[in-house]
């Protein structure tokens, strides 16, 4: 019995000695958190760094002299003034131009530039030119049909148009060709050979013409 008295008497006293010590651990802590944490709030970095590094920055900056601003001096012309002429010298030593050298500054000068017509008009006079020589050959060409019809042709009663081309200048006619077939080959063949045998009689010319004529055969 007594030994039951002694454990929870001991018992007792532990509990009471721990509990002691967690209420003065508790109690010690919590007045230490208030002076953490106005630790925590009245420190701060920018106290610290941002103040130095602003004394630095203005330091280089004062340190830096401005650029000095060359200003070009302005270079002003000097005015040169004429010299006077003498009063004494007599109108008749002052010389004149010559009557050949005033005629020269009258005259207008006549360039050849000038007198050339436009590009238009030339232009102009030579598309004249080739229809009329163009009108020409188709004469003689038609002509020459009308009498040279070809008699295959003539026995079937064919007719039909030719379209033919050829280059023209003072060395005659070159580069004959049929440009759109009349679907018949003596008529064809009848165009050609009305440019052969004809064009010794085409007006003569010193220029350089492309034609492209119809060669039209037709039974009256």
Do not use: W
């Not at 109690?27 to 925590?40: G, N, T, W």
């Not at 920018?46 to 601003?69: F, G, L, T, W």
């Amino acid at each position: 019995m007594k030994n039951k008295i002694g454990l929870i008497s001991g018992f007792m006293i532990s509990v009471f000695v721990h509990f002691g010590i967690l209420l003065f651990a508790f109690l010690f802590f919590k007045e230490q958190e208030p002076i953490q944490k106005e630790l925590f709030h009245s420190i701060s970095l920018n106290d610290y760094i941002v103040p130095q590094v602003e004394q630095k920055i203005e330091q280089s900056a004062a340190q830096i002299e401005p650029e000095k601003v060359i200003e070009k001096e302005q270079i002003v012309p000097k005015k040169v003034q004429p010299k006077p002429m003498p009063k004494n010298i007599k109108n008749s030593q002052i010389p004149k131009s010559s009557k050949a050298e005033q005629t020269a500054q009258n005259t207008p000068t006549n360039n050849a530039t000038n007198n050339a017509p436009p590009k238009e008009n030339l232009a102009q006079s030579l598309a004249k030119e080739q229809d009329k020589i163009a009108a020409q050959i188709y004469k003689i060409i038609s002509a020459y049909i009308i009498k040279n019809y070809p008699k295959d042709a003539l026995r079937r009663n064919q007719s039909g148009s030719v379209l033919v081309s050829f280059n023209y200048n003072s060395s005659g006619v070159s580069n004959a060709q049929i440009l759109q077939s009349s679907n018949i080959k003596s008529l064809d063949k009848a165009s050609l050979d009305a440019i052969e045998k004809t064009k010794h009689l085409f007006p003569k010319t010193n220029k350089n013409f492309a034609f492209t004529l119809p060669v039209r055969f037709a039974i009256k």
